[in-house]
């Protein structure tokens, strides 16, 4: 090796050295506290829910009225300790598990599907697990892997995000891949949300404005499209959740059942509800009234101003990650907290549409509420990874 080779050898090692230093200090940071406190309150108000949502349920399965939130508790209190762990580690690390982690989550995808391995609930196969001790849906570490992978890859890029070749592509390709493999389970509204992430992030990444407007309209279109071609009758699936979407109550005892219970909690609520713990529609009139429509126990319980209190605490959450990502001190930790909070908000948005008849049933949870251990301790570990990016957020300038 020559002297230059040498000195700028020793110039690039010094140049890591102080970006690592310099890493090292910013991570010691104090983390987010509006953050971390409205994610502590939408879990705590998320179990409090749970808890009276699902006792008639939970005591005429088991017994045990509250069977179901003990289980949700005991995952919260892991997902706490992984949110407080990651929140005081640098995200920085998270670059190299990118790969690995979409690895494994295409491998339990592909699992789902092999016939005898995968659980069927309700007609779809979206489990993985042992019986009903313990089961986990794979489409959640999808989400987490696609937000990773995306993050670190697309921030490496900058300026190649303009070209089609490498700002499309790849990603595309990925998000069909992923799409290809929930929709053999089905998983409808997985799918909307994992592809809904990977756009939003390649739109921040950086790709001409013409593409989204194009993709967008190609959504509508095909949006449209489905919805005559099921009218029809050329595609039976989905047909009578689109009738029922559209006017539930031509069949209420049957494929109308689920939304037109769905509706009357809601309205049974009226503007303060009925009081807390006195819901009548959780008393076996709901189906899913602890999972997917937990939203409208809220409302007859809570009211219609309980219910805007809670989506004002979404609202605040979301809107306060993005504040964090857009001061975040670089491109992968923007990224990673846009994947993020478009996730909890979309997820959300899906949700409560779903509940009060605004978009077709499409089987998606709200977050912090609906009953699922695995998925809650994610979402906390994701939470944590917000919190980790907030703790290198650049002191602003005096003067």
């Given at each position: 090796?020559?002297r230059?080779?040498h ?32 994610t502590?309150?939408?879990t ?7 808890f009276?949502?699902s006792f008639?349920?939970a005591?005429?399965?088991s017994?045990?009225?509250?069977y179901?939130?003990k289980?949700?508790?005991l995952?919260a209190?892991l ?6 762990v990651?929140g005081?580690?640098?995200?920085q690390r998270?670059?190299?598990t990118?790969r690995f ?5 295409l491998f ?9 391995v ?7 196969t979206?489990?993985l697990?042992?019986g009903t ?17 995306f ?7 900058k300026?190649?995000?303009?070209d089609?070749r490498?700002g499309?592509?790849?990603?595309m390709v ?7 493999l929930?929709?053999?389970e089905?998983h409808l ?15 921040v990444?950086g ?6 407007g194009?993709g967008?309209?190609?959504?509508a279109?095909?949006?449209t ?10 595609i039976r ?15 209420p005892?049957?494929?109308?059942y689920?939304?037109?219970q769905?509706?009357?909690s809601i309205g049974?609520g ?22 997917d429509f ?7 319980e809570?009211?219609?101003?309980g219910a805007?209190i ?6 605040m959450?979301?809107l306060r990650?993005f ?9 992968f ?8 909070m478009?996730?909890?908000g979309?997820q ?6 779903v509940?009060?008849?605004l978009?077709p049933?499409?089987?998606i949870s ?5 009953y699922?251990?695995?998925?809650l301790a994610?979402q ?5 990874i ?11 300038r005096?003067?």
């Amino acid at each position: 090796m020559t002297r230059e080779e040498h000195a700028r050898a020793r110039a690039q090692q010094e140049k890591r050295r102080a970006t690592e230093k310099r890493s090292r200090e910013a991570a010691k940071g104090s983390i987010d506290l509006p953050f971390l406190l409205l994610t502590i309150l939408l879990t705590g108000i998320g179990l409090i829910m749970l808890f009276s949502a699902s006792f008639p349920s939970a005591y005429y399965e088991s017994g045990d009225g509250a069977y179901y939130v003990k289980r949700q508790a005991l995952f919260a209190v892991l997902g706490f300790i992984a949110m407080a762990v990651v929140g005081k580690t640098n995200y920085q690390r998270l670059r190299g598990t990118a790969r690995f982690v979409v690895g494994i989550a295409l491998f339990l995808l592909i699992l789902v599907i092999i016939p005898g391995v995968g659980i069927t609930i309700n007609n779809a196969t979206r489990w993985l697990g042992f019986g009903t001790l313990f089961t986990f849906q794979p489409s959640e570490i999808a989400k987490l892997a696609v937000i990773l992978y995306f993050a670190d890859s697309i921030s490496k890029k900058k300026e190649k995000m303009r070209d089609i070749r490498y700002g499309i592509v790849p990603y595309m390709v990925i998000l069909a891949a992923f799409a290809l493999l929930m929709l053999l389970e089905p998983h409808l509204s997985g799918t909307v949300l994992i592809v809904g992430i990977g756009v939003v992030m390649m739109i921040v990444g950086g790709i001409h404005g013409w593409l989204v407007g194009i993709g967008v309209g190609s959504v509508a279109v095909i949006g449209t499209l489905f919805v005559k071609l099921v009218e029809s009758g050329v595609i039976r699936y989905g047909a009578s959740r689109i009738a029922m979407w559209k006017n539930p109550w031509l069949d209420p005892q049957d494929t109308g059942y689920q939304m037109c219970q769905s509706l009357i909690s809601i309205g049974s609520g009226g503007l303060l509800g009925v009081g807390f713990g006195k819901s009548r529609q959780k008393f076996l009139y709901l189906p899913e009234e602890h999972n997917d429509f937990i939203f409208a126990i809220v409302c007859e319980e809570l009211g219609m101003i309980g219910a805007c209190i809670i989506m004002l605490i979404f609202a605040m959450l979301i809107l306060r990650g993005f504040w964090i990502a857009l001061h975040a001190r670089d491109r992968f930790g923007t990224l990673l907290v846009v994947g993020i909070m478009t996730q909890v908000g979309l997820q959300t948005f899906l949700n409560i549409g779903v509940v009060t008849s605004l978009l077709p049933a499409t089987g998606i949870s709200l977050p912090f509420f609906s009953y699922g251990g695995t998925a809650l301790a994610l979402q906390l570990l994701e939470m944590g990874i917000v919190l980790s990016v907030s703790r290198q957020i650049p002191a602003p300038r005096n003067g």
